[in-house]
């Protein structure tokens, strides 16, 4: 376990192939991992509330979280981090991408840097980019409907690593603390633009039984929607996390 959570810490986000686990087994080892939280929108699976089940079926055409995002940034204390299991996959496509925040901070200039340190930006779950996805799970799933919103630091500091990292993202950010959605809007567009160049990207290509676990408070991920006609079935588990500091 220890050498785990330090690959995680190291790495952002680490893979497993081959882990045909139960709910009952991955609910394990995700508590070894921190402590399950359920999903506010989603009801989780029959005995399982905080697995929930991230699905696209053959006649669908829109991807649960189809868009670059961190999760659930819209809290108060946002998820440390996320495990997802590949139940089915399709024949092809359906990758998932992720990207670091700490180099996409780091590469910053210094008068940038030093300009989004002095600012925090409101982050909604009815952002419009991402709200059509979310409904359409409440009405399917049952969740509880509500509108989320939570201010947190542009920069954020990592608790355990002390390492800074960007915690801005399009699925969730709406305009900077103090500041109305059109005066932020140029400077969110360069920031969306930059936290995903692809030098600071990797992507992830799975199987049935792969399971990947990311941290939520240095990265985010794109779940790729390029796989039409075929299904896709995953199992998402979410871990407690701190307010970002």
């Given amino acids: 376990v220890a050498a785990i959570r330090r690959a995680f810490l190291e790495h952002q986000v680490i893979f497993f ?7 009952a087994q991955f609910m394990g080892f995700a508590r070894h991992m921190g402590r399950p939280i359920e999903y506010p929108f989603v009801k989780g699976i029959e005995g399982f509330p905080e697995i929930i089940e991230v699905k696209k079926l053959e006649h669908e055409r829109q991807n649960f979280g189809g868009i670059w995002h961190s999760d659930t940034a ?11 299991l590949a139940r089915e996959v399709p024949p092809y496509g359906g990758d998932t991408e ?3 925040q700490y180099l996409a901070y780091e590469t910053l200039s210094a008068g940038m840097q030093r300009l989004l340190e002095g600012l925090t930006a409101v982050n909604a779950s009815a952002k419009a980019d991402v709200t059509r996805t979310r409904e359409d799970r409440v009405k399917e799933k049952g969740g509880d409907g509500r509108d989320y919103v ?6 954020r500091t990592h608790p355990e690593t002390g390492r800074k990292a960007l915690y801005v993202n399009v699925g969730h950010t709406v305009r900077f603390g103090g500041m109305t959605e059109e005066e932020s809007a140029p400077l969110l567009a360069f920031l969306f633009r930059h936290q995903v160049r692809p030098e600071f990207t990797c ?7 792969s399971l990947a676990f990311w941290d939520n408070r240095c990265t985010q991920h794109n779940p790729v929607n390029d796989y039409h006609g075929h ?3 995953m199992h998402r588990i979410t871990l407690a996390g701190d307010r970002p500091r």
């Fill in 17 to 23: 192939h081959d882990q045909p686990l139960t709910p």
């Fill in 74 to 84: 819209y809290l108060e204390e946002p998820p440390m981090g996320s495990l997802l």
């Fill in 98 to 100: 992720f990207a670091s």
């Fill in 150 to 155: 939570a201010e947190h630091p542009v920069v």
């Fill in 203 to 209: 992507r992830f290509k799975w199987r049935a039984g």
């Fill in 231 to 233: 299904r896709r079935v």
